[in-house]
């Protein structure tokens, strides 16, 4: 490390104590990753290691650096970070929802968005809001986002369910920070 020769490195499943132990060592606070099982049947980590791994910022640079992502920037109080591959404006948007499981309402650890691109036009987005509003379901909300515009719903475990459209994409693509741009109401 010393002559520039490894940029990152990375760990594979320490837990809390090690982690804590590794920080403790000289260039031990440099780890960029820790690689763990982590999927939606072994969520263990969610109680302590993540929340860690949070506070001292490993989880981020795993997506940013060892996958390849660019941070385009972070928002709601460095409590988000927007993430691309440079693919679209932005494949990840990380947020942080809360420090341990909660009810189903509020901010919380898990699952809590998906967002869902329904069309290519504000018009698709009307008819989807048409058909929805016939159907019963309730609007939750709706909002510009500058680089897309979208309808929220909650689906039957108060999980948010985002269905959008992408605006053109040359926004984008001339200023990646325009998705940072501030949320606006959105009238349709």
Known sequence: ?????????????????????????????????????????????EY????????????????????GFKEIGR?????????????????????????????????RIGFYHAGIKIGDSLDDLRAAKRELEAAGVAIAGMSDHTVSQSLYLRDSDGNEIELYVDADETIWKNNPSAVLAPIKPLRL
């Open 75 to 107: 928002i709601f109080d460095d409590k988000a970070a927007a993430l691309t591959s440079g693919r679209t404006h932005h494949e990840l948007l990380l947020i942080e929802v809360g420090n341990a499981p909660a009810p189903p309402s509020g901010r």
């Open 48 to 67: 302590d290691l993540l929340p860690w791994c949070r506070e001292h910022r490993v989880p981020l640079m795993a997506y940013r650096d060892l996958l």
């Open 1 to 45: 490390m010393r002559a520039g020769k490894i940029r990152y490195w990375g760990v594979s499943n320490f837990n809390v104590d090690d982690m804590t132990d590794l920080a403790g060592v000289p260039g031990g606070g440099g780890v960029a990753a820790n690689q763990l099982l982590y999927n939606l049947t072994r969520r263990g980590v």
